[in-house]
């Protein structure tokens, strides 16, 4: 960045070296539709001269030279041959020449007295530095901007060719605007060598800045040629370059028009490309909008400049130095662009700004159209230029807006129904699962990819929107969502406000379910201790004063039962182990007391699963009615029961022995009903079956989490 200040600071010195270094008349000088030049101000050797005098001749002791509004000429581009062009410079040699001498004359007439002719004796001196226009200053200052920022964005990024293009420019920007700033500025004239000069500079300068330009589109986002072809693009236009500084081109529109146009033409086409080469890249996507836009920006303000001053009147003429300054747009743009600073943030503004530039170039452009073509005037022109972008441009605009602008998804009230669906339900499975189906409905993101389940944190956005961080929230783990809406754009902080309202409206309902739960669990212990202390009182009594043994058997049942709902009630999440510890023991001793051999399968050691004191409560009764089964309908001799746990279900299969029909044959009563029932109600599910060595098979399956 140093170097490139110097280089600066080298560039901006010569070009004001070269401004200053010219004679002084002390005039500031105004060509008029007339073609004579009006003088605007009169200071220094020249005061002598009224304002508003008209300028008639130039002269020395020797040669007298008639003067014309032509010779204030700003650019000499707008000639189309170069015959005209290099006639323009001679006689500005011309001039120069004069204004070399010791003395000169100048003759003039007053504006409202054109006779008689007056002439006054000036000797011209060195140009003072506060002549110089600010149009003078304003170019060297954009320009200098324009290649600082260049210069910076390649500092940060030196090996990529996109940026070492976007340096080329900035080094480009300066030399034809720096250029263009000495002979723009001009009192009068200018040695014709040096005018010459400055206008090849300033071409191979512009030459040069529109090569690079749409060689970023060569290599920027995606590389579409080798070097050798991006090589041959700048031989190419310096070639062109050649033909027309040594005038080999027929005229000025083949010599420095249609390059500077095909240079233009060339990077739109070749954003269009990118565009769609870009379709499922969002990050490169969202830079090539800023490419384009800061392109249609930088040059459609200058467009709307010259139309608006010149053909349409709305403004009075502005110096061609000023529109230097949109360049500017296409300098930050492109380097935002390549530098992908905050694209997530600029995304929105993008589109933003192209409707506001349609809009005015849609209003100007009607405007001109009826003033040119229709013959109108500038009133009726424009007054039917505004109901047309009022009555067709603006609805065209919404939709648009409505289109691709705005961020297709639901607002938050109706989402709450869903929030507060999700965060009521009991399984942390079920949680997660409908808030990632919500999540893929409102976002559309190609990856939702599961992060810490840690309930701090907020929403993020991470690798320059193309991923946002949805935070935990309701015993959720915390999920990165990439690439929204299927990869087609990034996300932008309205996303990240909206997720962040998701996840505030998710934790207001988990909240509210706590509350609801610690109630009703606060209700349910108060229940469980009146059965404990009334209920488990009786049944103990009963079974210590029954006279039969069935009615001990009873009371003893009825003391399991009770047992298995109070811990249901109790609501605590049980390890299976210790469950499988419970039924075992249960299965043993009942067993042992009816004289039936029990074989029992432990499952092998894995991961560590927990029920819910629901499920606990419902495989308990479960397995103890098949038992009773077992006993009762079945005559088993011995029974054999197997638990195992596969992919997230645990599976308990009891077989027996007993000389039982098959179960297709049976007619399920209340006992069998309630099984199901019960299974049900917490997803599980109940089969049966006929073991083809004789006897039957219970199979109870249950979703576990683990």
């Known amino acids: 960045m140093s170097l490139a200040l110097l280089l600066c600071l080298f560039m901006g010195a010569l070009a004001l070296g070269l401004a200053l270094h010219s004679p002084w008349l002390g005039l500031q000088l105004r060509a008029q539709e007339d073609g004579s030049i009006l003088v605007v101000q009169a200071n220094g050797p020249s005061r002598a001269i009224p304002v508003n005098a008209r300028l008639v001749f130039l002269?020395?002791?020797?040669?007298?030279?008639?003067?014309?509004?032509?010779?204030?000429?700003?650019?000499?581009?707008?000639?189309?041959?170069?015959?005209?062009?290099?006639?323009?410079?001679?006689?500005?040699?011309?001039?120069?020449g004069l204004l070399r001498s010791s003395e000169v004359t100048l003759g003039w007439r007053a504006d409202s007295n054109p006779e008689p002719l007056q002439t006054t004796r000036v000797r011209p001196v060195e140009r003072p530095l506060h002549s110089l226009p600010l149009f003078f200053w304003f170019q060297l200052a954009v320009s200098s901007v324009g290649f600082l920022i260049a210069a910076w964005v390649w500092a940060l990024r030196p090996q990529e060719w996109g940026v070492r293009l976007f340096a080329i420019t900035g080094l480009s920007f300066p030399v034809f605007a720096m250029s263009a700033a000495v002979y723009s500025s001009r009192e009068l004239a200018l040695d014709g060598s040096l005018f010459k000069a400055l206008?090849?500079?300033?071409?191979?300068?512009?030459?040069?800045?529109?090569?690079?330009?749409?060689?970023?589109?060569?290599?920027?986002?995606?590389?579409?040629?080798?070097?050798?072809?991006?090589?041959?693009?700048?031989?190419?236009?310096?070639?062109?370059?050649?033909?027309?500084?040594?005038?080999?081109?027929?005229?000025?529109?083949?010599?420095?028009?249609?390059?500077?146009?095909?240079?233009?033409?060339?990077?739109?086409?070749?954003?269009?490309?990118?565009?769609?080469?870009?379709?499922?890249e969002p990050l490169d996507?969202?830079?090539?909008?800023?490419?384009?836009?800061?392109?249609?920006?930088?040059?459609?303000?200058?467009?709307?400049?010259?139309?608006?001053?010149?053909?349409?009147?709305?403004?009075?003429?502005?110096?061609?130095?000023?529109?230097?300054?949109?360049?500017?747009?296409?300098?930050?743009?492109?380097?935002?662009?390549?530098?992908?600073?905050?694209?997530?943030?600029?995304?929105?503004?993008?589109y933003r700004l192209l409707f506001w530039l349609v809009s005015a170039l849609l209003l100007v452009g009607l405007d001109a159209l009826f003033i040119g073509a229709l013959q109108w005037s500038g009133a009726q022109a424009l007054a039917v230029s505004l109901w047309a972008c009022v009555l067709v441009y603006l609805p065209l605009r919404q939709w648009l807006w409505q289109r691709f602008g705005k961020r297709p998804k639901q607002r938050l009230d109706e989402l709450l129904p869903d929030v507060v669906r999700i965060a009521f339900q009991t399984e942390t499975q079920t949680?997660?699962?409908?808030?990632?189906?919500?999540?893929?409905?409102?976002?559309?993101?190609?990856?939702?990819?599961?992060?810490?389940?840690?309930?701090?944190?907020?929403?993020?956005?991470?690798?320059?929107?193309?991923?946002?961080?949805?935070?935990?929230?309701?015993?959720?783990?915390?999920?990165?969502l990439r690439y929204p809406a299927q990869g087609a754009r990034l996300f932008s902080p309205r996303d990240r406000n909206h997720v962040e309202a998701l996840v505030h409206l998710m934790r207001l309902a988990e909240s509210t379910r706590a509350a609801q739960e610690l109630g009703a669990q606060e209700e349910r212990q108060r229940i469980a201790r009146d059965m404990h202390d009334d209920v488990g009182a009786r049944l103990l009594m009963l079974m210590h004063h029954a006279k039969s043994p069935e009615l001990v058997d009873l009371a003893r049942a009825a003391m399991q039962d009770l047992r298995t709902a109070l811990a249901a009630l109790d609501s605590q999440p049980v390890l299976l182990a210790h469950a499988l510890a419970d039924w075992r023991a249960e299965a043993s001793a009942r067993c042992e007391a009816a004289g039936v051999a029990l074989l029992w399968h432990?499952?092998?050691?894995?991961?560590?699963?927990?029920?819910?004191?629901?499920?606990?409560?419902?495989?308990?009764?479960?397995?103890?009615?098949?038992?009773?089964?077992?006993?009762?309908?079945?005559?088993?001799?011995?029974?054999?029961?197997?638990?195992?746990?596969?992919?997230?279900?645990?599976?308990?299969?009891?077989?027996?022995?007993?000389?039982?029909?098959?179960?297709?044959?049976?007619?399920?009563?209340?006992?069998?009903?309630?099984?199901?029932h019960r299974l049900q109600e917490v997803h599980g599910a109940l089969c049966l079956t006929a073991r083809s060595s004789g006897g039957t098979q219970t199979i109870l399956q249950l979703p576990v989490e683990t």
């Open 431 to 480: 949680r997660e699962r409908l808030w990632a189906d919500l999540l893929q409905r409102v976002y559309q993101p190609l990856e939702q990819v599961t992060q810490s389940p840690s309930e701090s944190g907020v929403s993020q956005l991470t690798d320059e929107g193309l991923a946002l961080l949805v935070p935990a929230c309701a015993g959720i783990s915390a999920r990165l």
């Open 59 to 96: 002269a020395d002791d020797q040669i007298q030279l008639a003067l014309s509004g032509k010779d204030l000429l700003e650019e000499p581009d707008v000639f189309d041959w170069y015959s005209e062009m290099d006639a323009f410079f001679a006689r500005q040699g011309e001039l120069a």
């Open 602 to 676: 432990a499952p092998a050691p894995g991961a560590q699963v927990v029920l819910t004191a629901r499920q606990k409560a419902v495989m308990e009764r479960t397995l103890r009615e098949s038992l009773t089964n077992a006993f009762k309908h079945g005559q088993a001799r011995q029974i054999e029961i197997r638990p195992t746990v596969q992919a997230g279900v645990l599976t308990v299969q009891i077989s027996h022995d007993g000389p039982m029909t098959t179960p297709e044959s049976w007619t399920e009563g209340r006992g069998l009903l309630g099984m199901k």
């Open 285 to 350: 996507r969202a830079a090539l909008r800023w490419f384009m836009l800061s392109l249609l920006l930088g040059s459609g303000l200058f467009i709307l400049l010259m139309v608006t001053t010149a053909s349409l009147g709305w403004l009075p003429p502005v110096p061609q130095g000023y529109a230097f300054g949109f360049f500017l747009f296409i300098y930050i743009g492109i380097a935002l662009g390549l530098g992908h600073y905050r694209l997530f943030d600029l995304d929105v503004w993008a």
């Open 199 to 280: 206008s090849a500079l300033n071409h191979w300068g512009s030459f040069m800045f529109g090569a690079a330009l749409f060689g970023i589109f060569l290599c920027a986002p995606k590389r579409l040629v080798s070097l050798r072809v991006l090589l041959g693009v700048f031989v190419f236009y310096n070639l062109w370059w050649l033909a027309d500084t040594l005038r080999w081109a027929p005229d000025m529109d083949w010599g420095n028009r249609f390059a500077v146009m095909s240079e233009m033409l060339l990077a739109l086409v070749l954003a269009g490309v990118q565009w769609v080469r870009s379709r499922r």
